[in-house]
């Protein structure tokens, strides 16, 4: 059995992208996903979780307030703030 060969279509011919077509690509702004603020809210929050951890160290009086009350609740709160700063949304400015 022969099996039928066909020949192929005509080549599709493509250009290189020209200076005009590569300057109107490049000319689009570049859309982060984070804020600046949303930057900051979260260098705060890993600040805050470090704080509590430094709160929560230490060798004597293992059971003092500061440790078993006070820095798990400063630490809670850093992790709270990372992720509000996380799916805040950013703010949105029509040009």
């Known amino acids: 059995m022969a099996q039928n060969q066909t020949k192929p279509g005509t080549p599709i011919k493509t250009s290189a992208p020209t200076r005009s077509t590569l300057?109107?690509?490049n000319s689009t702004p570049i859309k982060f996903i984070f804020?600046?603020?949303n930057y900051r809210?979260?260098?705060i929050s890993i600040a805050v979780?470090?704080?509590g951890f430094i709160l929560m160290?230490?060798?004597t009086d293992i059971y003092s307030n500061t440790k078993i009350v006070i820095a798990p609740i400063v630490v809670l709160a850093g992790f709270a703030l990372g992720f509000?700063?996380?799916l805040r949304?950013?703010?949105s400015k029509v040009d």
């Open 41 to 43: 809210l979260f260098i």
């Open 35 to 37: 804020d600046k603020s």
């Open 57 to 59: 160290s230490g060798t």
């Open 84 to 86: 509000f700063a996380i």
């Open 23 to 25: 300057k109107e690509v």
């Open 49 to 51: 979780v470090a704080f």
């Open 89 to 91: 949304k950013p703010s």
